[in-house]
């Protein structure tokens, strides 16, 4: 699974010119919007994979590059949203404690420190879980209230494959950072780092958008996306409105497809086993 995600953006015959392309955007992330637009690439990405498109990362010529900066914008909205609720949830108690400390002795600072670190480790880690999650959901509902859907929080999050997901990203965050910082050492290396970095978040973004569609088909019953046809745009396919049904639980008032083309490559304990397996060509059982 890392290796299909880390070899993504290296597909078609044009991928030197796609991260050339990504990287230079990134190279010049620091004047922001190219930032957003970044960032807005790399939505798409994960809207193809939760449709079951792997084999063809998205060319830059075929986006619509303002509404790809657009979709950024409004993913960083989620983003913040996220940072706000988190640092009104540990900052409180833990200016709390600190406070009792510096009312007491040495002793009691220290322990109101400690605790703060626990509550920020904490923290970090439930982000770990939440934004791979609110990303998906975004994408899949192309809402920034989606970000927020709490039942599909509480569902797809909670979802072993979801977790598997996470930690598999988080291997692969390791591998670009160690990478990284390896380049940095020389002024060739360094101006590199950008072309890494393209390959690496397309990684991260590949796994976060397969565990989210196996582990949301896991809960609801059907794919998040279905695939489409379209090669151009960033919105070529929403939740699709044919053949509803009526007995699945819909956690956003969107509407899917029927089962017709689900994948049949779940184990007994419904854990979808295909999108996990390093094995063989594990794209070959993967829907498309």
């Given amino acids: 699974m890392i290796e299909d995600a880390l070899r993504y953006q290296t597909q078609g015959d044009d991928w030197a010119k796609r991260v050339a392309l990504g990287g230079v955007v990134l190279f010049f992330g620091f004047l922001l919007v190219p930032l957003f637009t970044f960032q807005g690439y790399m939505l798409e990405v994960m809207r193809r994979v939760l449709r079951g498109e792997t084999d063809t990362p998205p060319a830059w010529d075929e986006l619509d590059l303002v509404d790809i900066t657009v979709d950024g914008v409004r993913h960083t909205v989620v983003v913040i949203g996220y940072g706000l609720l988190l640092t009104l949830a540990l900052a409180i108690p833990g200016l ?51 970000g927020f859907d709490r039942d599909v929080l509480s569902s797809v999050g909670t979802s072993r494959t979801m977790l598997m997901a996470v930690v598999m990203a988080f291997a692969v965050n390791i591998l670009v950072s160690v990478g990284a910082t390896v380049l940095g050492f020389t002024i060739i290396g360094y101006l590199a780092v950008p072309f890494l970095a393209f390959v690496g978040q397309s990684a991260i973004m590949y796994i976060w958008g397969r565990g989210f569609a196996d582990a949301y088909e896991e809960a609801y019953g059907e794919p998040p996306l279905t695939p489409t046809t379209s090669t151009g745009g960033t919105h070529g396919s929403g939740p699709s409105t044919a053949g509803i049904t009526s007995g699945v639980n819909d956690p956003g008032s969107d509407s899917y497809a029927d089962d017709s083309g689900r994948s049949d490559d779940a184990d007994d304990s419904g854990f979808g086993t295909s999108a996990w397996d390093d094995t063989g060509d594990s794209d070959s059982g993967r829907r498309r």
């Fill in 96 to 146: 709390l404690v600190i406070g009792g400390g510096l009312g007491g002795s040495e002793g009691l600072l220290l322990v109101g420190f400690l605790v703060a670190a626990l509550l920020y480790f904490i923290g970090v880690l439930a982000m770990a879980v939440i934004l791979p999650v609110a990303t998906g959901n975004f994408v899949r509902a192309d809402s920034i209230a989606a």
